[in-house]
């Protein structure tokens, strides 16, 4: 076992109380993906690695959800794991409208010249 793997393991281990061949069965069941966006891990650590998925899990009951990339895990982390608060994101990105454009996003010089006053 390398360096590398063993402090992986150490880490699963001791803050989550699972095994690296636990963490390869549920990584398998996701298709080494992320469990939200469906995604591969794109994110490069230290040593210009891609990352392993982060190990997401409830911070009250302590279970584990599932396997996250960086990104969806630090999503779920600034909105503190609050549904409610995701529920209402959701809501907001997909019903929002102003009615205004922002500046150079549409070519519309009114609202260019009109945000500059």
């Known amino acids: 076992m390398s360096q590398r793997e063993y402090d992986r393991?150490?880490?699963?281990?001791?803050?989550?109380?699972?095994?690296?061949?636990?963490?390869?069965?549920?990584l398998a069941r996701q298709n080494g993906r992320c469990a939200v966006c469906r995604e591969k891990e794109s994110a490069m650590g230290r040593h210009k690695e891609i990352q392993n998925l982060a190990v997401d899990h409830c911070?009250?009951?302590?279970?584990?959800r599932g396997l996250l990339c960086q990104r969806c895990n630090?999503?779920?982390g600034m909105v503190r794991d609050n549904a409610e608060l995701l529920h209402r994101?959701?809501?907001y990105v997909e019903t929002a409208d102003t009615g205004l454009k922002a500046p150079g996003s549409s070519g519309d010089q009114l609202l260019e010249e009109l945000l500059r006053k």
Request: net charge positive; hydrophobic share 40%.
């Open 59 to 64: 911070h009250s009951t302590q279970k584990i």
């Open 9 to 26: 393991h150490n880490l699963l281990k001791n803050r989550f109380h699972m095994t690296l061949l636990q963490y390869g069965e549920l």
């Open 74 to 76: 630090h999503a779920l």
């Open 89 to 91: 994101l959701a809501s």
